[in-house]
């Protein structure tokens, strides 16, 4: 064993998609794929010695809310997102089309139609991630840092601009709020150049968080764009995927990895760092889009989704230190939220109204 | 937007006070918030379960009585994987999860916390999102607050029952004393059962006083565990 810092890694598959406006169509583009969810455990603290049984458990646990706490945050802001600019989006009369899907669901659709068709969908972006981290794979096997970096930082900044500008717009739309052309744009301009800097380059820490929140909350946000079926039918697919990528011998992720550990270098992509932990932005996204459509229907979904999220996280983490190998981070989380939302939606929510009406409280 | 915000207070102020001022000081009890989240989740679903027999609805003690059962089984599961968990930790870490005396004291709050702000958050959530927008609702039963408001307060003296009954149980279960356990029992089915009245005419007249006086009970009984925790030698 090195006597350097030994990486326990926590992965997931992902796949970022950055969207273009063209026009009054938007079309999907499936630009990058996020690397890996990473998770770095520094086990040195664990050997010293002048530190106390209760310090070990403590920080433990510290670490684990040091990744509580951001994807909270990202699950909250999407939620916001889904409520307050959606609605504006959905009136401006933009069709969303994708250029990934061969099924686009219409309501008069059968119920066996929709699944097939988001099956379908979910299939072949699940087929797309696993292309884009196959190439990424080979890029750092061969050492094209410079085509690696330069498609992320690209696909970075161009996702900061569309999805910042909409995000503006919409949000001074929503609270009635004003801006002159040059304002816009200069904050714009700013906010884009300061999330490329630092997530990429130097910045506080916390601004690099913050930063690593936003994308992963735009991307998140926009995928809950998607038909609803495709949905969650793609929650699915890439929560297998990632168990299949990561605990495969030959998963692209696990390839990924064991390269970057036996260089010793970092793995490329966007990996939120929080203390002893880190985690790719992948989770972020996923964990967003499925409470984010949970928050559609109902908020007894929604924040069934929420804690079922926070728990899958925890129980995976529980995981990491018990088996100390490799894990996806999807999975769990998104096995419990997809059961408990359907779990809800059909079964909870009608008991729960009917407690309301009747004021009865259990 | 004042309603709403006002009614929000109701019944988040004091978890979120006690999560901010009291759990995150010790992170581990916040792993242990999340975890009864989502025990009581799970009591909620299976609950839910019994509503689609039909006929229930018109049974309203049954079915009440019927989620109290399985939300003291899941208080209890609860228990034992807090239990489980301790003990793994000692067993294989050599480290406890929680040190000092109030240790099991620390588990229940955080525990009854999470128990309290899942229950929160699925019965209350709707009704609040509800409450945001031109108009109000108020209820033969009591006129004088409206439904939204009533609403929140019935869930904020059950945040505070939640947290007392998690006390109540943990100590019963770590003592096995029968005592606790059946005063448990009869504090949380006296405070379900009462709520049963609610759609009575003039029912706020003595549902909520009710309530308030079981909250009572439970934090004297609360109380005096924490006082036998004190005056017990370590």
């Not at chain 2, 955080?110 to 945001?132: D, E, I, K, R, W």
Request: glycine residues 6%; charged residues 10%.
């Amino acid at each position: 064993m090195s006597n350097q810092e030994e990486e326990r890694l926590l992965n997931g598959g992902d796949s970022q998609i950055n969207s273009d406006l063209q026009d009054n169509a938007i079309k999907e583009e499936d630009s990058d794929s996020e690397a890996v969810e990473t998770i770095n455990y520094d086990p040195t603290l664990d050997s010293d010695n002048d530190e106390s049984e209760e310090g070990i458990t403590t920080r433990y646990s510290e670490n684990i809310i040091s990744l509580l706490k951001p994807v909270s945050i990202a699950m909250i802001i999407v939620i916001w997102a889904v409520h307050t600019l959606s609605p504006i989006l959905n009136s401006s009369g933009v069709p969303v089309s994708s250029a990934v899907m061969v099924y686009t669901e219409s309501e008069s659709d059968s119920g066996w139609l929709k699944l097939g068709g988001a099956l379908l969908n979910a299939l072949i972006v699940v087929a797309m991630v696993c292309v884009i981290t196959v190439i990424l794979v080979l890029l750092f096997v061969y050492n094209c840092y410079k085509i690696i970096y330069g498609w992320l930082i690209t696909s970075s900044a161009v996702l900061l601009f569309t999805m910042g500008w909409l995000w503006l717009e919409f949000t001074l739309r929503a609270y009635s709020l004003t801006i002159d052309y040059f304002s816009y744009f200069f904050l714009l301009y700013n906010f884009t150049i300061l999330g490329v800097v630092s997530i990429f380059w130097q910045a506080p820490t916390i601004f690099t968080q913050a930063y690593l929140i936003v994308v992963s909350c735009m991307t998140g946000w926009w995928l809950t764009r998607l038909p609803e079926w495709t949905t969650w039918a793609i929650l699915a697919a890439v929560a297998i995927y990632d168990v299949i990528a990561v605990l495969t011998p030959k998963g692209p992720l696990k390839l990924l990895v064991e390269t970057a550990e036996k260089r010793k270098v970092p793995i490329p992509g966007l990996i939120y760092e929080s203390k002893k932990f880190k985690l790719g932005l992948g989770d972020f996204v996923f964990y967003s889009v499925l409470v984010g459509r949970a928050s559609m229907f109902d908020s007894v979904t929604m924040f069934a989704c929420f804690v079922c999220i926070l728990t899958g996280l925890c129980l995976t983490l529980f995981c990491l230190g018990i088996f100390k190998k490799a894990l996806p981070a999807l999975p769990i989380s998104i096995a419990l939220g997809l059961i408990f939302y359907f779990v809800t939606r059909f079964g909870v929510t009608p008991y729960i109204t009917n407690n309301s009406i009747q004021q009865i409280n259990v | 937007y004042l309603a709403l915000i006002g009614n929000a207070l109701i019944v988040f102020g004091p978890i979120v006070s006690i999560f901010n001022f009291y759990l995150c000081n010790i992170p581990q009890l916040v792993i242990v918030f999340v975890a009864a989240a989502f025990f009581y989740l799970l009591s909620t679903c299976l609950t839910s379960a019994f509503y689609f027999i039909p006929g229930i609805v018109n049974l309203p003690y049954l079915l009440v009585s019927i989620g109290v059962s399985i939300q003291e089984i899941f208080r209890f599961a609860l228990f034992l994987a807090y239990l489980f968990t301790e003990r793994g930790y000692e067993r294989n870490l050599k480290v406890k999860l929680l040190y000092g005396k109030f240790a099991w004291l620390h588990a229940s709050v955080a525990a009854g916390l999470g128990f309290a702000t899942c229950h929160a958050l699925l019965l209350n959530g709707n009704v609040l999102s509800q409450s945001y927008g031109p108009g109000t609702l108020y209820l033969p039963n009591c006129p004088t607050i409206t439904y939204f408001t009533h609403h929140s307060i019935t869930t904020l003296l059950f945040v505070l029952l939640n947290i007392s009954w998690m006390i109540i149980g943990f100590q019963g279960y770590i003592k096995k004393s029968v005592l606790r356990i059946i005063s448990l029992l009869v504090l949380h089915f006296a405070a379900s059962l009462i709520t049963v009245l609610n759609n009575k005419k003039d029912s706020c007249l003595y549902v909520l006083p009710t309530l308030a006086s079981l909250v009572v009970i439970g934090a004297i009984i609360s109380t005096v565990e924490l006082i036998i925790i004190c005056n017990k030698d370590e």
